[in-house]
């Protein structure tokens, strides 16, 4: 999205505030069910947090005006994740305790969901995580009260690492750099780690770790281009991936070294044909909405179209991910819920366990420790002549169950124990 459609886009937006419910319309009669929602509506990270804003208002709309969920509408509340971690946690308790919500979608941020996630269980509110991808959240403790609709760490970072390795066997030398927090750390950790175990001949030959928010990054891009690595790995995302990518192709980075990143779908939009060419870009999921499989998908076309009028470019991953959580909430109670406010938390926890959920570009299931399996698609940036921004080339879906640690297991061990042939049981075509 440019600024100039963000502004647009952001332009009389409702700051959060535990007062703050927005229903969609709708005629139906029946007591609504209250939804907390956090996301950034602020800051960097609103290129993210207010396109997945609007798609839940817009998916909100379209459930009110069909009826509602078992004759009840839905209404949200927004909680500004830019205030803070303690704020949003503090917020939370408030609108929990309050009893103002049946139930919360929480956490862009990595940071956020591993500070309320304790708070929901502990208060016994059926919370759905809908954008964090911390391996954390459910390696430290089990929830009852606690699930996850977005991918996680260790398979969108495997699923880069995978398609890095068969499309450059080249590659000798990789750098990274990505922000210093759990999600930055994480995501490095995963990726090093794959790659260390499926080809150890390859040098990790910078590690960088600049503070979320960071404006400047001429001393990174600096010491990267004295090593000119051959790959430049990066899980920034937002408006610090955004400043990172324009300060990079102005000196040139991308020219001696090829840009991975597993979310970089989302910056695609933003930095039109200023993006690098021929990188190598995840999308936390599968949802890319050029993916031509998916385009004859029942509702995909007109969710596109939705999203584009609303904040004026195609939906991105971020957008997918509220879609999924909004979803996942409609089809637990429209199959389990009898329409009884007393019996709608047990009914929509009993709905999550195990839910599988088709979305406009695949499935995901949601297995015993609550987190879900989905699989990871991958494309290389190409110019388009149809498009004012790069578009995801000779595109490979990596299946979930192939790519990601099995309950119980922590991700570290089991990306250690990668067996060998692994890169011989997926065909990615070759980077030109």
Same mark, same amino acid.
């Given at each position: 999205?440019?600024?100039?459609?963000?502004?647009?886009?952001?332009?009389?937006?409702?700051?959060?505030?535990?007062?703050?419910?927005?229903?969609?319309?709708?005629?139906?009669?029946?007591?609504?069910?209250?939804?907390?929602?956090?996301?950034?509506?602020?800051? +960097?990270?609103?290129?993210?947090?207010?396109?997945?804003?609007?798609?839940?208002?817009?998916?909100?709309?379209?459930?009110?005006?069909?009826?509602?969920?078992?004759?009840?509408?839905?209404?949200?509340?927004?909680?500004?994740?830019?205030?803070?971690?303690?704020? #949003?946690?503090?917020?939370?308790?408030?609108?929990?305790?309050?009893?103002?919500?049946?139930?919360?979608? $929480?956490?862009?941020?990595?940071?956020?969901?591993?500070?309320?996630?304790?708070?929901?269980?502990?208060?016994?509110?059926?919370?759905?995580?809908?954008?964090?991808?911390?391996?954390?959240? =459910?390696?430290?403790?089990? =929830?009852?009260?606690?699930?996850?609709?977005?991918?996680? #760490?260790?398979?969108?970072?495997?699923?880069? +690492?995978?398609?890095?390795?068969?499309?450059?066997?080249?590659?000798?030398?990789?750098?990274?750099? !990505?922000?210093? =927090?759990?999600?930055?750390?994480?995501?490095?950790?995963?990726?090093?780690?794959?790659?260390?175990?499926?080809?150890?001949?390859?040098? $990790?030959?910078?590690?960088?770790?600049?503070?979320?928010?960071?404006?400047? *990054? /001429? #001393?990174?891009?600096?010491?990267?281009?004295?090593?000119?690595?051959?790959?430049?790995?990066?899980?920034?995302?937002?408006?610090?991936?955004?400043?990172?990518?324009? %300060?990079?192709?102005?000196?040139?980075?991308?020219?001696?070294?090829?840009?991975? /990143?597993?979310?970089?779908?989302?910056?695609? %939009?933003?930095?039109?044909?200023?993006?690098?060419?021929?990188?190598? $870009?995840?999308?936390?999921?599968?949802?890319?909405?050029?993916?031509?499989?998916?385009?004859?998908?029942?509702?995909?076309? +007109?969710?596109?179209?939705?999203?584009?009028?609303?904040?004026?470019? *195609?939906?991105?991953?971020?957008?997918?991910?509220?879609?999924?959580?909004?979803?996942?909430? %409609?089809?637990?109670?429209?199959? !389990?819920?009898?329409?009884?406010?007393?019996?709608?938390?047990?009914?929509?926890?009993?709905?999550?366990?195990?839910?599988?959920?088709?979305?406009?570009?695949?499935?995901?299931?949601?297995?015993?420790?609550?987190?879900?399996?989905?699989?990871?698609?991958?494309?290389?940036?190409?110019?388009?002549?149809?498009?004012?921004?790069?578009?995801?080339?000779?595109?490979?879906?990596?299946?979930?169950?192939?790519?990601?640690?099995?309950?119980?297991?922590?991700?570290?061990?089991?990306?250690?124990?990668?067996?060998?042939?692994?890169?011989?049981?997926?065909?990615?075509?070759?980077?030109?």
């Amino acid at each position: 999205m440019s600024i100039s459609k963000w502004k647009q886009a952001t332009a009389g937006l409702v700051m959060a505030s535990l007062a703050t419910f927005l229903p969609g319309a709708s005629a139906v009669a029946g007591e609504p069910i209250r939804i907390g929602v956090s996301t950034f509506l602020s800051g +960097a990270g609103a290129v993210f947090g207010v396109p997945a804003q609007q798609t839940a208002q817009y998916l909100v709309e379209q459930i009110n005006e069909a009826g509602g969920i078992k004759g009840s509408p839905i209404e949200l509340a927004f909680l500004d994740e830019n205030r803070g971690v303690d704020n #949003t946690v503090v917020e939370f308790r408030s609108l929990v305790e309050s009893k103002r919500v049946d139930a919360m979608i $929480i956490g862009l941020s990595s940071s956020i969901c591993l500070a309320v996630a304790p708070a929901a269980e502990e208060l016994k509110m059926p919370t759905m995580f809908w954008d964090c991808g911390t391996e954390r959240l =459910y390696e430290e403790r089990k =929830y009852d009260y606690v699930y996850r609709t977005s991918d996680w #760490t260790p398979p969108n970072n495997l699923a880069v +690492a995978l398609y890095m390795l068969k499309s450059m066997p080249e590659v000798k030398t990789v750098a990274g750099i !990505n922000q210093d =927090y759990a999600f930055g750390r994480d995501n490095w950790a995963a990726f090093k780690q794959a790659v260390q175990v499926l080809r150890p001949d390859v040098k $990790i030959v910078a590690e960088l770790f600049p503070k979320l928010g960071t404006a400047d *990054y /001429s #001393t990174e891009i600096s010491r990267l281009s004295a090593l000119r690595p051959d790959v430049v790995f990066t899980s920034l995302w937002g408006g610090d991936m955004n400043t990172f990518i324009r %300060q990079s192709s102005s000196r040139s980075l991308f020219r001696n070294s090829t840009l991975v /990143s597993p979310n970089g779908e989302s910056s695609l %939009q933003q930095l039109g044909k200023s993006f690098p060419e021929n990188a190598i $870009i995840g999308m936390r999921g599968d949802s890319w909405a050029l993916d031509p499989k998916m385009k004859d998908v029942t509702g995909h076309q +007109a969710f596109i179209d939705a999203i584009k009028e609303r904040t004026g470019a *195609y939906p991105s991953f971020p957008s997918y991910h509220m879609a999924q959580a909004i979803r996942s909430i %409609q089809v637990a109670l429209e199959k !389990n819920w009898d329409g009884r406010r007393e019996t709608l938390q047990q009914e929509l926890l009993a709905g999550w366990k195990g839910l599988s959920l088709k979305d406009f570009t695949g499935e995901l299931v949601l297995r015993e420790d609550n987190q879900s399996v989905e699989g990871q698609l991958v494309g290389v940036t190409a110019k388009s002549d149809a498009h004012d921004f790069m578009i995801l080339d000779k595109l490979v879906l990596f299946p979930g169950d192939s790519i990601t640690p099995p309950v119980g297991v922590k991700a570290q061990e089991w990306l250690k124990s990668l067996p060998a042939g692994m890169l011989e049981q997926f065909n990615v075509p070759t980077k030109n």
